[in-house]
């Protein structure tokens, strides 16, 4: 992030539409006027949004049916709000709870149900949308199976996992073989935060995800450090929601876990190592003391585009971005070009 380039000059101009065009947006459907405010290029959005959630109708029924309330969503006001907020691309996966309810064959078929149901949506807007496909998580067996359905079959682009799972966190070592097979296929996984096992009454008069789900977020984190999943299997690449929760503020804390025990076993490479391979989207983390305390110990280069919609609007978090001092080739990097090196196959 750098604070000391000015916003709105001919030079930025030329950097921002030369970056453009670098990064091939003029490939990417159509929309607007050309601005970097409105995310347009040639008449085109541009931004790729890894935090855009879908709720199709088997989700929809499976969550009525175990009085969970859904939330609100068709393919159409999808589209309104990409193309108000110059989003090209949006990466579908659920909001939660996801995969977190009901008994085994039930989850299998819920994930099986959703990821069908998203791999449509795909084929009927090649241009618009991506999958990232859901798990059973918890369930090794049929995670597995619904790995290979997602890639071999629906041609997903990556995993979304909830950060726990009834008490299990994604680096728990019995999720493992999980994990293995993700690292075999060098899998993206989104993380998104959900109600996590211990804490779903504690105050009772906010949301949940006032607190507890930024909070997850860091929970799962911690687990994949510290239990030695993230370096056991390096060719994961984990998106965390919502700029990495609360793990920016509580660094120094993680800091002395290192050092006050030996780490070495699952932290071969150290701490920072780790956290500065994982990305982290700007969903409801896009105010300026967010921004600045996640690139006080990150590069920019791990920071992607990410609007949490239906729950926000795009214009919301590209205002925020547009105030935050970054040079134009930064921002076009969080918009757009650090997810296209993450999923290359959208530069088709």
């Known amino acids: 992030m750098k604070f000391d380039v000015s916003n709105g000059g001919a030079d930025s101009r030329r950097t921002f539409l ?23 290029a040639g008449g085109k959005p541009f931004r790729i949004d890894v935090h855009h959630h879908f709720v ?18 068709s ?114 996984v989104y993380t998104h935060p959900t109600t996590p096992a211990c804490c779903g009454g504690i105050q009772p008069y906010v949301s949940i995800n006032a607190i507890e789900g930024p909070v997850d977020t860091t929970r799962t984190m911690v687990s994949l450090m510290f239990q030695g999943g993230a370096a056991k299997f390096p060719d ?6 919502h700029s990495g929760g609360v793990t920016p503020f509580l660094l120094s804390r993680y800091q002395r876990e ?13 701490l920072m190592h780790e956290l500065r391979k994982f990305y982290y989207d700007t969903a409801q ?18 920071v992607l585009y990410g609007t949490d919609y239906p729950f926000w609007d795009g214009r919301r978090v590209s205002n925020d971005l547009a105030k935050g001092g970054f040079s134009a080739a930064d921002l076009m990097a969080i918009d757009r070009g650090n997810a296209l090196r993450l999923f290359p196959n959208l530069k088709a």
């Not at 918890?138 to 619904?146: C, I, P």
């Not at 290192?258 to 150290?270: F, H, I, M, Q, T």
Request: aromatic share 6%; charged share 20%; glycine share 8%.
């Open 285 to 302: 983390g896009h105010h300026e003391g967010a921004l600045k305390a996640l690139l006080a110990i990150i590069p920019t280069s791990q």
């Open 75 to 188: 393919i159409q006001a999808s589209l309104d709000e990409m193309d108000k907020s110059g989003i090209a691309i949006g990466m579908i996966s659920p909001p939660p709870p996801g995969i977190t309810f009901g008994e085994q064959a039930f989850r299998r078929k819920l994930a099986r149900d959703i990821n069908e149901a998203g791999a449509k949506i795909v084929t009927d807007h090649p241009t618009r949308f991506r999958l990232l496909a859901s798990l059973p998580f918890a369930d090794v067996e049929g995670s597995l199976a619904e790995i290979a359905n997602a890639y071999d079959t629906l041609k997903a682009d990556g995993i979304s996992l909830m950060t726990s799972y009834n008490g299990k966190y994604l680096g728990d070592p019995t999720q493992w073989p999980i994990l293995e097979e993700l690292n075999r296929r060098k899998a993206v």
């Open 258 to 270: 290192e050092v006050e025990r030996d780490r070495k076993s699952v932290l071969p490479n150290g």
């Open 18 to 40: 030369a970056g453009l065009a670098a990064l091939g947006a003029g490939a990417v459907l159509p929309g607007c006027q050309t601005t970097a405010a409105t995310g347009t």
């Open 56 to 73: 199709p109708d088997a989700y929809v029924a499976a969550m009525k049916a175990n009085k969970i309330r859904p939330v609100k969503w």
């Open 236 to 241: 994961i690449k984990w998106i965390f929601s």
